[in-house]
């Protein structure tokens, strides 16, 4: 059973504009939640995080809200860039993340185009 | 500074054979995770250090996967034999707190 979920496998948006993917969580102890980029051929970059006592999020150009009572996440980007066109991967964790274990969704495959 | 640090980057071997992955975690990271991840799926977790201490091996298929941490620092993740379904990707990742930093990990092709 997933506790983790990215129910869109994958989206396309116009270089520009903003860009939403969007994360479910099934386990209410969890308590920290973070975003994963994955290019290629190469391990997940982490890309932004947020803690369940907040409920937004925001670095540059990416911003994590988050809906404790909904149990759901989403990130979104603005402008999205061609470069950010990787997968992108939730995932939630307990106790801060300094004690539990990463809980990963399936990913989204962003594609951003010219 | 140096990043997660994984090897080999890829790896293929015959059924039945034994493979070795190596990890060399972020300096001064105090916990070191092992993941796999399959095509079209997330990372999923395959066992947890704090230090030298597993702290969950639950998802680590004791028959044929060990792994170990002896100084707390790299890790190394073994599999023997190796079976069809194994070719995976395996990550390792560290972390202090909060968000884990990921390597490149290993791609392994089990023919």
């Known amino acids: 059973d997933q506790q983790v979920k990215q129910n869109s496998p994958s989206l396309s948006v116009q270089e520009g504009r903003i860009s939403i993917l969007n994360c479910d969580y099934t386990?209410?102890?969890?308590?920290?939640f973070l975003w994963y980029k994955k290019y290629p051929a190469e391990g997940p970059t982490f890309l932004i995080s947020i803690s369940s006592i907040k409920d937004k999020n925001e670095d540059g150009r990416f911003t994590v809200f988050l809906n404790k009572s909904a149990k759901h996440l989403s990130l979104h980007i603005v402008p999205s860039q061609p470069g950010d066109s990787a997968v992108y991967f939730c995932a939630a964790s307990s106790y801060g993340g300094s004690q539990g274990n990463l809980i990963f969704g399936k990913g989204t495959k962003l594609s951003v185009k010219p | 500074e140096a990043g997660v640090v994984q090897s080999p980057r890829y790896k293929i071997i015959e059924k039945k054979q034994p493979v070795a992955f190596w990890c060399n975690p972020i300096s001064g990271h105090n916990t070191l995770y092992w993941y796999l991840q399959n095509l079209g799926q997330g990372p999923e977790l395959l066992i947890r250090y704090e230090n030298e201490e597993a702290v969950d091996d639950s998802q680590l298929p004791k028959d044929r996967f060990s792994a170990e941490r002896l100084k707390g620092v790299d890790s190394t993740l073994k599999i023997q034999p190796a079976e069809l379904g194994d070719s995976a990707v395996y990550l390792c990742?560290?972390?202090?707190?909060?968000?884990?930093?990921f390597g490149p990990g290993t791609r392994l092709t089990v023919l």
């Open positions: 386990n209410s102890m969890f308590d920290y």
């Open positions: 990742a560290s972390s202090h707190g909060g968000g884990a930093f």
